[in-house]
């Protein structure tokens, strides 16, 4: 029993060694993943959480075109028979939140994330392959009010590519990232009113997602500082 006991004694002592850092180096569980950075917003409390690695699920509705689970990523195609870009919605009552998610171009022209209210369009960011737009929607089709373009921003999207969009809507202002780097913001009254649904819609050919995520938006306190060096940088193209 004499060498059994030895042996377990020594190993506890490397263990305990491996725990210190005694030896050099230091165990440790795997990097979590680091979440992008947000600019006019900080990630409060986590509201919704998909991978959308499964077929849309009953909470998600299929308005238009074919959705469908490929690879793991929801695979979104329009359909020539609907005449009308592929649409798919989820209910969400929220007032200020940050959304998160990846994309890839399959041949589409044009993919976006539709905010809107009970009954109309609110805003949305418009994603092509030469880069993406954020604006404020048309609020009444027919009548006087007309959709607001707060900026375009020229950059390659590449087909066949996944890219990070991050969109930040907290009181009036909204703010859209892509991949962490290239920024479009904006503010208009319709912006700060109740929200009750989001949704994705691709325009030609096909698009596919992955790893939604949607928080509560917290006021960031670096935002007034933030938002006046990027107003004084060179403008989008």
Same mark, same amino acid.
């Given at each position: 029993?004499?060498?059994?006991?030895?042996?377990?004694?020594?190993?506890?002592?490397?263990? $305990?060694?491996? $725990?210190?850092?005694?030896?050099?180096?230091?165990?440790?569980?795997?990097?979590?993943?680091?979440?992008?950075?947000?600019?006019? $917003?900080?990630?409060?409390?986590?509201?919704?959480?998909?991978?959308?690695?499964? $077929?849309?699920?009953?909470?998600?509705?299929?308005?238009?075109?074919?959705?469908?689970?490929?690879?793991?990523?929801?695979?979104?195609?329009?359909?020539?028979?609907?005449?009308?870009?592929?649409?798919?919605?989820?209910?969400?009552?929220?007032?200020?939140?940050?959304?998160?998610?990846?994309?890839?171009?399959?041949?589409?022209?044009?993919?976006?994330?539709?905010?809107?209210?009970?009954?109309?369009?609110?805003?949305?960011?418009?994603?092509?392959?030469?880069?993406?737009?954020?604006?404020?929607?048309?609020?009444?089709?027919?009548?006087?009010? /007309?959709?607001?373009?707060?900026?375009?921003?020229?950059?390659?999207? /590449?087909?066949?590519?996944?890219?990070?969009?991050?969109?930040?809507?907290?009181?009036?202002?909204?703010?859209?990232?892509?991949?962490?780097? /290239?920024?479009?913001?904006?503010?208009?009254?319709?912006?700060?009113?109740?929200?009750?649904?989001?949704?994705?819609?691709?325009?030609?050919?096909?698009?596919?997602? /992955?790893?939604?995520?949607?928080?509560?938006?917290?006021?960031?306190?670096?935002?007034?500082?933030?938002?006046?060096?990027?107003?004084?940088?060179?403008?989008?193209?």
């Amino acid at each position: 029993m004499f060498p059994l006991a030895i042996s377990r004694r020594a190993c506890l002592q490397l263990c $305990a060694a491996l $725990a210190a850092g005694s030896l050099g180096f230091t165990v440790r569980a795997a990097d979590a993943p680091v979440e992008p950075k947000t600019l006019l $917003a900080e990630r409060g409390k986590l509201l919704l959480s998909d991978d959308l690695n499964a $077929a849309p699920a009953k909470e998600w509705r299929i308005a238009k075109g074919k959705w469908e689970a490929v690879d793991g990523a929801w695979h979104g195609e329009e359909l020539p028979s609907d005449m009308h870009p592929a649409v798919v919605r989820h209910q969400l009552k929220f007032q200020n939140a940050i959304f998160q998610y990846s994309f890839k171009l399959d041949g589409a022209k044009q993919t976006t994330l539709s905010i809107n209210d009970q009954k109309e369009h609110v805003c949305r960011v418009l994603l092509r392959p030469n880069g993406f737009t954020v604006q404020k929607d048309d609020h009444d089709h027919d009548g006087p009010d /007309k959709a607001v373009v707060f900026k375009s921003v020229t950059t390659p999207i /590449k087909p066949g590519e996944w890219h990070t969009l991050v969109v930040e809507i907290l009181g009036q202002e909204m703010l859209a990232s892509l991949d962490g780097d /290239k920024v479009g913001f904006g503010a208009h009254e319709l912006i700060g009113t109740e929200k009750f649904n989001f949704g994705f819609t691709i325009n030609g050919a096909s698009a596919s997602f /992955k790893n939604l995520r949607v928080w509560e938006a917290l006021p960031n306190k670096d935002w007034a500082e933030t938002k006046a060096k990027l107003a004084t940088a060179e403008p989008a193209k």
